[in-house]
C-alpha cells in the first residue's frame, strides 16, 4: 500500500516495571477498539529456531541454553541475564534491533489495516531502549514495589529474592515517569484501573484529532 493512501494512526506506547500491569492495561486499550502490538510475544517469536534474533542468542549464550528440541528455554536465559547485568546488556543488544524492526512492521500493518486511528505497543523496555521517542504518546503504568513483588510471586516460578533481583533489574520508575504523557496507577481495583483506561482511550483518540486534523 502507497503511503497516500495507508491511514494515518497513533503510535503509543505502554510500559513500566515488572508485574505492574502493562498486560492487563493494553488489554484494555484492545477491548476499547485499539489494535495491540505485543513486544513479549514479537521477542518470543524472534527467538524460535529461524527466527531473526535465534542464532545470535545462542552464539552469546550458548548451546546450554537450549532444551532438547533445540529451542532457547526462556527460564534457563532468564535465570543468567537477571543475575548478571553485562549478559543483561548483551541480550538486549542481539535482541532489540530485530525487535524494534518488527514493531516497526507491525505498526504499518496496523495502518493499512485501518481497524483503529491507535496502535499501542506493550513493551518493557520502551524507555530503556529509546524506542519511546519513536511513538506519539507514551503510558506508564506503575504501582508499589510491595504490590510488583506480591504479582510477581504469584506467577510462581520465583522465590522471593529472584523476584526482587528481577524487579530492581529494571530502569528506575522515576525515569519512565519523566517522559510519560500518561500515567495509570494500578494499586487500586481492576474497574478503577479499567476507568483510568478508558480516560486514557479517549485522550489519546483527541491526540490523534489534533496530530492528525481532516
Known amino acids: 500500500m502507497s503511503d497516500a493512501l495507508r491511514r494515518p494512526i497513533l503510535r503509543a506506547g505502554v510500559t513500566g516495571g515488572i508485574a505492574s500491569g502493562k498486560t492487563t492495561v493494553t488489554a484494555f486499550l484492545e477491548e476499547l ?56 546488556e548483551a541480550l538486549n543488544a542481539v535482541t532489540h534491533p530485530p525487535v524494534i524492526e518488527e514493531i516497526e512492521r507491525r505498526f504499518l500493518l496496523c495502518a493499512e489495516s485501518g481497524h483503529s486511528p491507535l496502535a499501542v505497543v506493550d513493551a518493557a523496555l520502551l524507555v530503556e531502549s529509546g524506542f519511546h521517542r519513536s511513538i506519539h504518546k507514551l503510558i506508564v503504568v506503575r504501582c508499589s514495589r510491595e504490590t510488583q513483588l506480591r504479582r510477581l510471586l504469584a506467577r510462581g516460578g520465583l522465590d522471593p529474592e529472584e523476584a526482587r533481583a528481577r524487579i530492581e533489574s529494571q530502569a528506575p520508575l522515576e525515569k519512565k515517569l519523566k517522559v510519560a504523557d500518561y500515567v495509570i496507577d494500578t494499586e487500586t481495583t481492576l474497574g478503577e484501573t479499567r476507568r483510568e483506561a478508558e480516560r486514557v482511550h479517549a485522550s489519546l483518540l483527541a491526540d490523534f484529532q489534533r496530530i492528525f486534523p481532516c
Do not use: H, K, Q, W
Open 33 to 88: 477498539g485499539a489494535s495491540r502490538i505485543d513486544a513479549d510475544r514479537i521477542v518470543r517469536e524472534l527467538m524460535e529456531p529461524g527466527g531473526a534474533a535465534y542464532g545470535a542468542v545462542v552464539e552469546r549464550f550458548g548451546t546450554e541454553i537450549l532444551d532438547a528440541a533445540g529451542r532457547i528455554r526462556r527460564s534457563s536465559l532468564a535465570a543468567i541475564v537477571f543475575a548478571d547485568p553485562a549478559a543483561r
